[in-house]
């Protein structure tokens, strides 16, 4: 179980009126590399994981929904004051056309998220290195959304993100390196 | 001058028929978890404030990035 802190992992801040950007961050809410797709991908390999690295899926698997409900927020800042005129202009009226304003799990394209955007091959080094994958490509949208918003109050959170990302690998790549290591062999000094 | 020393760059191919002017070049980042196998202990730690303020606790893991709008890329 989870207990909830009513509190963004890292502040939000929106000081540009500018729908458009909530269009394109909306791909790391509902995306493949998105942050839905990372918290359900860890938080389900983490039973089938060898136990040394149970601890490192669940975490980060727990972070990632904090970092979504940050996504979530920018989306919903960037619209609520929206009229409709903006969100057509801004290319939303389709999403207008579905949902009104509301959040919807989808990547920037409108293509609904799909549990096949995450893998379970039940292989340790698969599974790691899937994740460690995972880590590097939604840094990587996150570099491209920062490229995209001369908003420095939302680059200041994107950042943020950008960063957990790169601190996530390297746990990942730390977990390779602890079930790299053959405990079972004896070692004679 | 480069301002982010994580970036690498390259040129790619300029082709005579190339249909648009080319760019100087292209830019892509190497963090520096690349270059970290197993995180060693005891490693000099930030500021809680300013752990928060660059999203990790440890500043040699801490990974720059300027927007590509900002440098007028």
């Known amino acids: ?189 | 001058m480069k301002m982010n020393h994580e970036e690498r760059t390259y040129v790619p191919f300029r082709s005579p028929f190339d249909p648009c002017p080319p760019l100087p070049c292209r830019t892509y980042v190497v963090p520096v978890n690349q270059y970290v196998v197993f995180q060693p202990p005891d490693l000099p730690q930030f500021s809680p404030a300013e752990a928060l303020k660059h999203g990790t606790l440890w500043p040699s893991l801490y990974s720059p990035y300027v927007s590509r709008k900002m440098k007028g890329e």
């Open chain 1, 1 to 189: 179980m989870w207990i909830y802190e009513k509190k963004l992992q890292y502040p939000v801040r929106v000081s540009k009126c500018d729908p458009m950007m909530a269009k394109f961050l909306i791909e790391q809410y509902g995306g493949a590399d998105g942050e839905l797709a990372a918290a359900l991908r860890y938080l389900n390999q983490r039973y089938t994981i060898p136990d040394k690295v149970i601890g490192v899926l669940n975490d980060i698997g727990t972070e990632e929904f904090a970092h979504l409900e940050m996504i979530a927020t920018m989306v919903y800042k960037l619209t609520k004051d929206a009229t409709v005129d903006q969100l057509q202009a801004a290319g939303l009226g389709a999403h207008y056309a579905n949902h009104d304003k509301a959040l919807y799990y989808e990547n920037a394209s409108g293509v609904p998220w799909t549990a096949s955007y995450i893998n379970a091959k039940g292989d340790p080094i698969a599974d790691l290195y899937e994740d460690i994958a995972a880590e590097e490509k939604a840094r990587a949208t996150y570099q491209w959304l920062i490229d995209m918003t001369d908003d420095v109050d939302i680059q200041d959170s994107l950042k943020f993100l950008r960063e957990r990302e790169i601190i996530h690998a390297i746990r990942f790549r730390e977990a390779v390196e602890i079930i790299k290591e053959d405990r079972a062999t004896r070692k004679i000094f």
